[in-house]
């Protein structure tokens, strides 16, 4: 009776019944499953691997047990409804965003078999030379074992590599389980060596004549059929959903205490924010001086000193650039007022966020943060529109998060509704996508705060009558010069280049419409680049791009034909919108930098369009190498971000971090915050026609300040961390 009590006891401890350890058993063996076919499982069967997957399903059964019943069924137990409801509805939309962005493995086990055969005969060679090397056999789980290999031939192991004596003929054979891709490296040879490799009985046959100090990799892709991957499917997200639930409970739940001192500071002294900023970014200004200018911001400058101002670039940034360089005729004074106000703007929502309790280490880690973001070094110095639109961005989820925090009442005193509009009509006039997504923004905002609709209202009708009336009026008859033309034929183009890499049906008069633009057979389709095409020499770009009416109706006609082609389309040019990891199609990002050469003693990072007299003349020219080198490893010089810096990534926290507050304070406004950067990354999702990093920049800076803003301390006792 005594045993039977200790168990039921230790049992209680963990589970809260039967229904308790179903669900914890659940989870624990999807987290082992997870994490065997992730790291553990070969292409050969392992006992030893099936015992730790074995061990970690009993531990992680063990663990969620116990956090289920002391810690997650509480918390949500006290959330109400609603919120409880958001909670695990977010949970599982955050699952499946790092679903997509995790390489997922077939189960090995019930693959079939495939087999290789690799090849060659090894002619007769000098005897101090050697024959042919072979380096790995690697199946997408690990490298086949040489002992694994059946070998027709004579051959040695050398350093972990199998070379194989000259004047012979050759034969590797074997039999296992490969993943998506095979790959079989060589070392190249002085000589002729034709040699073949064959898969399934499919072969490919390549001479490994090179330099012998090169390797060549045969690499093979297989087709596998979708439900070999369900097991990994399925273990990922229950795992990842439940570590999300968790990780979103126990950050709503943390007990930041209240900033006290945040109501006995001077108005002004928000402003010692913005130093760590002013320093390390104007010190970049004084190393590329007079600042980055690729060959878009030379075509803006010039165009401000002519007047002849189109909008493809955004009039209304060239005009303020005509303004500016009247005041001091360089573009370092243009960049130095940019920097000003960009740290200002920081400094100014971390001032917001310590009014509302956020601990001052806090902030001062996000101005340290924002100082040394790798990306924002660089770009504070260049030239170019989205720069400006990225802080209007900021300045507007600032705003917003400020409405949010106050219940409403910020922006209906001292006139604050009108700092909304001018940042919404900032951000719908730099760039033409923003427009839409202004708009989205302020409408939204009467309904959000019906208590106070008449200033939101107001905000949103003074935001729309400034961008329709630049864009209209001013643009027509004063700023823009006859030949504007609309960005949109290049997402025309884009989607009808898709249809054509696709193979949809063209009519007749559709075919001879495209053909006098450039022969349809000869359009190169890259769904990350429309300028593959646009920017073709055989291609009328100008004649493509006067025809709007004609382009429009042919990509809808083409997406009612074939809509599947432009969602693939999409998923694909809109990549930098939802991967951080594990791109498969756009992970060479355009537009990291402006650099035109990063050599040492060569460096360049001035255009060589337009004759603007403007060259590179640093102050600080012993720090140019230095800057540069710092910045390499995090793959801004190799159009290929580390994922902790691109652009999703920090959409996934602005999500997060906006998700916690949420759940802290039971107040489902926290997400009109994440508004801008949500808006902003599905319209790009739907429309890019490039995988520039700059048209996404806005994200990185808004994910910075939300996730700063986790530490809001509970606003009063509806915490869940009340829970005694």
Not at 18 to 34: H, K, P, Q
């Amino acid at each position: 009776m005594t045993v039977k009590k200790t168990m039921k006891k230790l049992f209680s401890h963990f589970f809260s019944g039967i229904r308790g350890l179903v669900i914890a058993a659940a989870i624990g063996v999807s987290i082992a499953a997870f994490v065997y076919l992730a790291f553990l499982q070969r292409h050969f069967f392992s006992y030893r691997y099936i015992a730790y997957t074995i061990a970690i399903a009993a531990a992680s059964t063990l663990a969620v047990g116990w956090c289920n019943q002391h810690y997650i069924y509480q918390r949500l137990r006290f959330l109400a409804k609603k919120i409880r409801g958001f909670t695990i509805a977010i949970a599982i939309f955050l699952s499946i965003i790092l679903l997509i962005n995790i390489k997922i493995e077939p189960f090995y086990a019930i693959l079939p078999d495939t087999s290789l055969e690799i090849t060659f005969n090894t002619p007769p060679l000098p005897d101090d030379q050697e024959g042919v090397r072979l380096l790995l056999i690697e199946t997408g789980q690990g490298f086949v074992p040489y002992s694994y290999l059946e070998y027709h031939g004579e051959w040695e192991r050398i350093f972990g590599n199998t070379i194989f004596s000259p004047n012979q003929e050759v034969a590797v054979n074997w039999t296992g389980k490969v993943g998506t891709q095979a790959i079989i490296a060589f070392r190249k040879t002085n000589f002729s060596q034709p040699l073949t490799v064959t898969w399934n009985g499919t072969s490919q046959t390549q001479n490994l004549q090179g330099d012998n100090k090169e390797d060549l990799f045969f690499r093979t892709n297989f087709d596998i059929p979708w439900y070999y991957f369900l097991p990994f499917i399925v273990s990922f997200f229950v795992t990842a959903f439940y570590l999300t639930l968790t990780a979103l409970i126990w950050m709503a739940g943390w007990n930041i205490p209240q900033n006290a001192s945040a109501a006995q500071h001077k108005p002004s002294t928000w402003l010692v924010f913005a130093l760590p900023m002013l320093a390390v970014w104007l010190l970049v200004l004084l190393i590329l001086w007079p600042g980055i200018l690729t060959n878009d911001s030379l075509s803006i400058w010039s165009m401000a000193q002519t007047g002849q101002i189109d909008d493809w670039q955004s009039a209304f940034y060239t005009f303020l650039i005509a303004v500016l360089s009247g005041i001091v005729p360089s573009p370092a004074f243009v960049l130095i007022l940019q920097i000003i106000i960009f740290a200002l703007v920081v400094a100014w929502g971390l001032s917001i966020l310590r009014t509302n309790g956020v601990p001052p280490f806090v902030l001062w880690s996000a101005s340290l943060l924002m100082a040394f973001f790798p990306p924002t070094i660089l770009y504070v110095v260049t030239l170019w529109k989205d720069i400006p639109y990225a802080i209007a961005m900021l300045a507007l989820t600032i705003g917003l998060f400020a409405i949010v925090a106050s219940d409403g009442k910020w922006g209906t005193q001292h006139g604050r509704w009108v700092m909304i509009a001018i940042f919404a009509f900032l951000v719908g006039i730099f760039r033409h996508n923003g427009a839409p997504v202004a708009a989205i923004v302020v409408l939204m905002l009467p309904f959000a705060f019906r208590k106070f609709w008449k200033p939101y209202a107001s905000a949103a009708a003074l935001s729309i009558f400034l961008i329709l009336l630049v864009r209209g009026p001013i643009y027509d008859q004063w700023i823009v010069a006859q030949e504007r033309s609309g960005q949109s034929n290049l997402i025309f183009l884009h989607h009808i280049a898709a249809h054509i890499d696709a193979g949809t049906n063209l009519t007749t008069d559709e075919e001879q419409y495209l053909n006098q633009f450039q022969p349809v057979n000869d359009w190169n389709y890259s769904c990350c680049y429309v300028g593959n095409i646009s920017y073709d020499q055989d291609f009328n770009r100008s004649g493509f791009l006067s025809n709007t009416p004609s382009n429009r109706k042919l990509a809808i006609d083409l997406f009612k034909r074939a809509p599947l082609v432009d969602i693939r389309h999409a998923f694909c040019a809109g990549e930098l919108s939802y991967q951080f990891m594990n791109n498969q199609q756009c992970w060479h990002m355009k537009s990291l930098h402006g650099f035109i050469n990063t050599h040492p003693g060569k460096e360049n990072w001035i255009g060589n369009v337009h004759n603007t007299g403007i060259s590179e003349a640093s102050l600080l020219p012993g720090l140019i190498s230095p800057l540069i080198l710092a910045l390499r490893p995090f793959g801004i010089f190799d159009a290929s971000l580390v994922f902790y810096l691109r652009p999703a990534f920090w959409l996934f926290i602005s999500m997060m971090a906006s998700s916690v507050l949420v759940i802290r304070r039971q107040n489902p406004n926290y997400l009109v915050a994440l508004l801008p950067t949500l808006g902003q990354s599905l319209l790009l999702f739907l429309i890019a026609f490039a995988s520039a990093f700059r048209y996404y920049y806005s994200n990185c800076l808004i994910g910075i300040f939300l996730l700063a803003s986790i530490f809001l301390p509970q606003k009063d006792h509806t915490s869940p961390n009340n829970i005694k």
